[in-house]
Every structure is written in C-alpha cells, then in structure tokens.
C-alpha cells in the first residue's frame, strides 16, 4: 500500500474535509464510511489510519517507522476486524472477534500517540458482536479511533450509526476508471468497456476483468438476442449450460441479463442516451427493440428479480434455468 492520498482514486471532498479535521484535532472517536462496493472506502480507511498514527502533521509522510510499519502491514497500533467464512456459511463478525478488537483496543500504543482500528463489512456483525461494538463506542478505552466501513448503512443499529460521524462515498467517475485499469494493464478497449459495466466500482470492474465478465455479458446477450427463436433442444442445451455454472457465476450472468434489460428500456426514451451500462452493444440492443415491446421488458425484469432471489437458497440450478427460460421466452 503506498501512502499517498493522492494515490486513492475519486472522492477529492471526502479526503479534503478527513484531512483538515486530522490537522486542526477535529476528528471523532468514531466514523462510518458508507457507499457502494469497491470503490475505495476500505483503501481510505487506511490511509486515514496511517495519517494519525505517523507523526507529521500532514500524513501520512511514508518515511517514517510509523507508516513503514503501516506499508508492511506489521503497525502494532493498528487493527482491522474482517468478516470469517466458516464452511459454507455466509460472511459474518462474530463476537469473539470484537472482543479479541477490545482487549487490543484497551492498550496503551507502542508506537504511535494511539491506536485505530477499522471494522471492515461492519453490516456482517451478528447480533452479539453489535451490541458488544456498541457498548466499545460509547465508552472508549484509551486513545483509539474508530473507522467502520459499510455498503450497507440501513442493515446497522441505528444506535452504533449514532455514535459514528458518517462519510459518505458516491461513485467513481468512469473516465478516471478508465484510467485506473490501464495503469493495471487493462486493454484500453477493455477498461472503457469494463468501466461502463462496474457502475462507478473499481473494484467491481477489476473482478470483471479477472473472471472474464465481459464473455459472460455477451453471452446474456446471445441468449437475449436467440430468445424468439428458441425450441425446446436449444432451451434444454443452455439450461444446462448455465445449470453447470458455479452459482457464484450464474448470479453474475443475471446481473448483465438485467442491465441489457435496462439499457433497452433506456433506448426506448432515448436511442441516443449516453446512459447507457452497454455503451458497445447500443446499435444490437436497438435492433431487439422490435421484439421486445416495453411491457415485456418490463416482465422479464420481474423474471430476472426472482431468480435473483431464488438464487441466495440451495436451489437446483438447471431447473430453475429450465423454468426461467421457459417463461421468458413465452412472454407475450
């Protein structure tokens, strides 16, 4: 991590306001970063952390043991709280590890003038590790800050939100996107693509890149394009196709499916929009009007919405491909 705050992409307000309130000792015990996923909020905790534990009064510096410390992930004032996966299970943070944060939190700082600690995917906590956070935020011990980190601000107790100064992080511009995926050896072609897919989520179109997003979007798109025309042969082949895909990968190929959906309702107000997720395939989308009147658009959307949901449970997936396919295609 190079601590340079100029290296975090985007969110230029957020990190003028965070820096002046470090320098004129106006910062909270507590604050919340709230917004979409990947778009940096977890990288800017930590950089904010590396500022006050380093020991200038602009930090970070990157020179100094402090924030050596911090680039090698070895600060022993600094802490972070991830979310555990045990098994099949969903993410979550458990008490245990907000107790073991407590006891940490409690000591005097070895290094620096005190210590931060940041709770990453705070949503995650079960009910027993956010009240035992709660009771933490009210009655601090010692020197330490708090930084919590969520896309999901609704799913926490409205009492821990309280108790936070919360900062809230939009989306990141596409051409700076653009750009950030070049510097990682993205294609050009493929970032500006790439870019338009995320939704304003670097992190989200680095993943894209890495697992081959953009095949499975073209492949929604195949599938939306041979939807007239389809028997039953075809229909039962691509049930299974899609039936063999990871879940993981399936639940990611309905999110294109449901964005094409959207950009084709996007055309039918406007065939120049620049808003468009698919900005690459306007003039194929454009062609599928004809066959897709608006109403049924609109009833594919509730297709794809409840597949969605069917999807979080251990369902069999190449049945419920057979029935999907089967009622999108027979929409009239």
């Known amino acids: ?25 106006r910062l909270p015990h507590a604050l919340l970063f709230t917004g979409p996923d990947g778009i940096g909020k977890k990288m800017l905790g930590r950089m904010l952390a590396a500022a006050i534990l380093c020991g200038e009064e602009d930090g970070p510096c990157g020179h100094c043991e402090s924030c050596q410390s911090m680039r090698l992930a070895s600060h022993p004032d600094y802490y972070e709280v991830l979310p555990e996966v045990r098994g099949k299970s969903a993410k979550v943070i458990r008490i245990e590890q907000i107790r073991e944060m407590q006891t940490v939190a409690s000591r005097y700082p070895v290094m620096a003038k005190s210590r931060v600690v940041l709770i990453d995917e705070v949503e995650c906590m079960n009910e027993a590790a956010a009240n035992s956070l709660l009771k933490t935020l009210e009655e601090p011990e010692g020197q330490v800050t708090f930084i919590l980190v969520t896309s999901a601000r609704s799913s926490l107790l409205d009492t821990i939100v309280s108790r936070c100064m919360p ?9 700076a996107m653009t750009a950030a995926l070049q510097e990682r050896g993205v294609p050009a072609e493929d970032a500006a693509e790439l870019s338009a897919l995320a939704d304003g989520s670097l992190g989200r179109a680095v993943t894209l890149f890495e697992n081959g997003g953009l095949a499975l979007r073209n492949d929604a798109l195949s599938v939306l394009s041979q939807l007239d025309d389809m028997d039953m042969d075809k229909l039962w082949q691509l049930a299974k196709e899609k039936g063999d895909l990871e879940r993981e990968k399936l639940v990611e190929w309905f999110l294109y499916f449901n964005m094409l959906l959207r950009d084709m309702l996007v055309l039918y107000e406007d065939g120049a929009s620049p808003l468009l997720y698919h900005q690459d395939c306007r003039v194929k989308l454009a062609q599928l009007l004809p066959q897709f009147p608006e109403h049924k658009i ?9 597949m969605q949901r069917r999807l979080q449970a251990n369902v069999n997936l190449r049945l419920q491909m057979e029935g999907f396919l089967l009622r999108i295609r027979d929409l009239t």
């Open 1 to 25: 991590m190079e601590l340079n705050w100029n290296k975090i992409i985007g969110h230029e307000k957020q990190k003028r306001e965070l820096r002046t309130m470090l320098q004129e000792g």
């Open 298 to 306: 609109f009833a594919m959307l509730r297709e794809v919405r409840e």
């Open 167 to 175: 900062v809230a992080f939009g989306m990141l511009p596409v051409e």
